[in-house]
């Protein structure tokens, strides 16, 4: 998984410029994602986002409509949903899918030239 990342870090970097963490302590960490939609608390200076689905799985969108059985992307523990602008960050909800509750990692990041 750390490759990925680092690949995925790579690409972003050759985008517009590198991206740095957010500070420590404002990233969403154990995130509970149910059968209620849940959004994410996104720091003021966040860009971009990678959210590792860590237990089961969960359905999203990227446009502020609420996902359902029928309506969104799945996805499955150890994907990673990257965010790749403010706009989706603001837009992302999620629900889990099935009958098992979710849990996720959400890790915020900037540009350096923002």
Same mark, same amino acid.
């Given at each position: 998984? =750390?490759?990925?990342?680092? $690949?995925?870090?790579?690409?972003?970097?050759?985008?517009?410029?590198?991206?740095?963490?957010?500070?420590?302590?404002?990233?969403?960490?154990?995130?509970?994602?149910? =059968?209620?939609?849940? =959004?994410? =608390?996104?720091?003021?200076?966040?860009?971009?986002?990678? $959210?590792?689905?860590?237990?089961?799985?969960?359905?999203?969108?990227?446009?502020?409509?609420?996902?359902?059985?029928?309506?969104?992307?799945?996805?499955?523990?150890?994907? $990673? $949903?990257?965010?790749?602008? @403010?706009?989706?960050?603001?837009?992302? @909800?999620?629900?889990?899918?099935?009958?098992?509750?979710?849990?996720?990692?959400?890790?915020?990041?900037? @540009?350096?030239?923002?």
């Amino acid at each position: 998984m =750390s490759i990925f990342k680092d $690949i995925l870090n790579v690409l972003r970097q050759q985008e517009a410029g590198p991206l740095i963490p957010v500070k420590e302590g404002l990233n969403q960490y154990g995130l509970s994602v149910s =059968s209620d939609v849940v =959004s994410l =608390s996104v720091p003021p200076e966040a860009t971009h986002a990678d $959210i590792y689905v860590r237990t089961a799985s969960v359905v999203f969108t990227r446009d502020r409509s609420a996902p359902t059985a029928t309506r969104g992307l799945q996805a499955d523990p150890t994907d $990673i $949903i990257v965010l790749n602008s @403010r706009p989706q960050l603001l837009a992302f @909800r999620a629900l889990r899918q099935g009958g098992t509750d979710a849990t996720v990692d959400a890790e915020y990041f900037s @540009r350096l030239n923002s």
